[in-house]
Nanobody
Framework: QVQLVESGGGLVQPGGSLRLSCAASRIIFSIYAMGWYRQAPGKQRELVAGITSGGITNYVESVKGRFTISRDNAKNTVYLQMNSLKPEDTAVYYC?????????WGQGTQVTVSS
């Protein structure tokens, strides 16, 4: 059974940083496009950042210049470095692995930005 396990969430003050990790198991990680989504209370889930199997990245406009997505295929792990965090970044963050015919999600990790 495929597993995506997120870690690294928590409570941070505005302007602070967090690094999320998502470790994948039981998939050929390198052939999957990976993404980080978030869902705030009362809002729809949105794509925050994505990285293709070839390393091409994309970001939602609101996090450009603050967040960086990366992947380590040797460790089957995708990361989201989040800097200059704002209260509006507060959400549950989910890891996603996708390719043709397959779509997997992690359980989510809470990120709270508050003073």
């Amino acid at each position: 059974q495929v597993q995506l396990v997120e870690s690294g969430g928590g409570l941070v003050q505005p302007g602070g940083s967090l690094r999320l990790s998502c470790a994948a198991s039981r998939i050929i990680f390198s052939i999957y496009a990976m993404g980080w989504y978030r869902q705030a209370p009362g809002k729809q889930r949105e794509l925050v950042a994505g990285i293709t199997s070839g390393g091409i990245t994309n970001y939602v406009e609101s996090v450009k210049g603050r967040f960086t997505i990366s992947r380590d295929n040797a460790k089957n792990t995708v990361y989201l470095q989040m800097n200059s965090l704002k209260p509006e970044d507060t959400a549950v963050y989910y890891c996603n692995a996708v390719r043709v015919g397959a779509d997997y999600w992690g359980q989510g990790t809470q990120v709270t930005v508050s003073s």
